[in-house]
């Protein structure tokens, strides 16, 4: 009788296969983001949040792109530093504040997302409107799923 942990390959486990898949897409959109705007991929994606939701503090920003503290504090910084974003005191707490993107920031968001749409579109071209809608839901239901795992019961 064959092992089950020892006849599963790597490359047919579905958590590594969406990860790899992952790290592919992003890579090759952070390409195009560092050649043509100078953003990492951690600064695109604290930038979309922002762009989307508007002023939010580090804590909602990490919660949102799930990246580590660290990440989205570089991130926010070097946002700062290029004018792309800027930073008020919350009013609620006196001790965080709150990032949103400046003028500039928000220009450049506009000129993104047109990019980022049609990215999406060619990543998906051979996919029919139907294979992407289920996609979609697949995908939600799985972080869906990650978010109720208990790390103490697997």
Not at 72 to 87: M, S, T
């Amino acid at each position: 009788m064959t092992d089950p942990a020892t006849s599963t390959r790597l490359a047919d486990f579905l958590p590594y296969l969406l990860s790899v898949t992952s790290n592919a897409v992003s890579s090759r959109v952070a390409e195009v983001y560092r050649a043509r705007f100078g953003l990492r991929i951690a600064e695109w994606r604290v930038m979309a949040v922002l762009g989307d939701a508007g002023a939010l503090t580090q804590r909602d920003l990490t919660a949102a792109t799930l990246m580590d503290k660290v990440a989205v504090n570089r991130a926010c910084k070097e946002l700062e530093d290029r004018g792309l974003a800027a930073r008020t005191a919350n009013e609620r707490d006196g001790r965080s504040h709150h990032l949103e993107l400046t003028a500039d920031g928000r220009a450049m968001y506009g000129r993104i997302m047109p990019l980022a749409v049609e990215m999406e579109r060619q990543l998906f071209d051979a996919f029919s409107p139907e294979e992407r809608q289920t996609f979609r839901r697949l995908l939600e239901r799985l972080r869906a799923a990650a978010g109720d795992l208990d790390p103490d019961q697997t």
